[in-house]
């Protein structure tokens, strides 16, 4: 088993540090927080095997998809998660459901992380005030901007640095030494059980039990497919082109029930004349 070097564990590291810093103007870096797949990316391009990588993100993803932040707080931290569990597979040569069951606990942990920069700003808060009684634009932008950004990177990259070059060796040897066992089958299906709830809560966010038939659709079209070895860009586009017949033929029967009433209101006009 390779190990990661320490010029692999900090450019992960950074990377998280500028995801959970928010310095990729905002809205992006949420976006890339809330998701693992970039991360994944990143961590698959340092250790050198994008493919793999991209495997075992596309499996985490899932227990991530119908979780949302209400007030920017999540119940764990995907980023921070792919970062840790995705080099740990790697080194492990583990399955991707087993690398679930390692990212889930590191997201709940990053969570706490993540809160604890939340208090760290209530101190850096303080400069924000000083600069707004002395309408010292410079500063205002400096205590906003530039200090927060500071603290995180402070704040992240030592720890995810140190989680991925002692701990992850550690945790894959772990894993790898229980290959096998009874505790690696039970990872292995805890982490699928974990997708699938991943799955049952998306459905549940978007709340639209008429939609469950795209659904069903897509889950029968992989079984009854699989031995075609369809790629998943292959699904995604015959997706794109069934939701844009279906939001089409919406549009055309929303246009048709106007029409349809305006003719029935004239007959209505032409019977009271008789």
Do not use: C
């Not at 990872?187 to 978007?206: F, H, P, Q, R």
């Amino acid at each position: 088993m390779e190990n990661i070097t320490a010029m692999q564990s900090l450019l992960i590291a950074l990377w998280v540090g500028a995801v959970m810093s928010r310095a990729f103007l905002g809205g992006a870096t949420l976006t890339l927080r809330f998701s693992p797949l970039m991360t994944g990316l990143i961590a698959g391009i340092v250790m050198g095997d994008v493919q793999q990588a991209m495997i075992i993100t596309a499996a985490i993803q899932l227990i991530y998809m119908g979780v949302f932040s209400p007030g920017g707080t999540m119940p764990s931290e995907p980023s921070i998660a792919a970062a840790i569990a995705v080099p740990v597979a790697l080194m492990g040569n583990l399955q991707p459901e087993a690398a679930i069951a390692v990212a889930v606990p590191v997201g709940l942990l990053g969570a706490y992380l993540y809160q604890f920069r939340f208090f760290i700003n209530t101190f850096l808060g303080k400069y924000t005030d000083k600069a707004v009684e002395n309408l010292n634009d410079g500063a205002i932008v400096r205590s906003i901007i530039l200090y927060p950004t500071i603290a995180s990177f402070l704040l992240f990259v030592p720890l995810v640095f140190i989680a991925l070059y002692f701990g992850a060796p550690v945790i894959a040897d772990v894993i790898t030494a229980l290959e096998g066992t009874v505790v690696f089958h039970i990872l292995t299906v805890v982490g699928g059980g974990l997708a699938a709830i991943g799955i049952a809560t998306t459905i549940y966010v978007i709340g639209r039990k008429d939609y469950m038939v795209f659904f069903l659709l897509a889950y029968l079209m992989s079984v009854v497919l699989s031995s075609l070895s369809i790629t998943m860009v292959t699904y995604a586009i015959i997706g794109a082109l069934i939701a844009a017949i279906f939001v089409l033929a919406k549009g055309q029967g929303a246009k048709a029930a106007p029409a349809s009433a305006g003719s029935a209101s004239l007959d209505d006009d032409d019977d009271d004349d008789f």
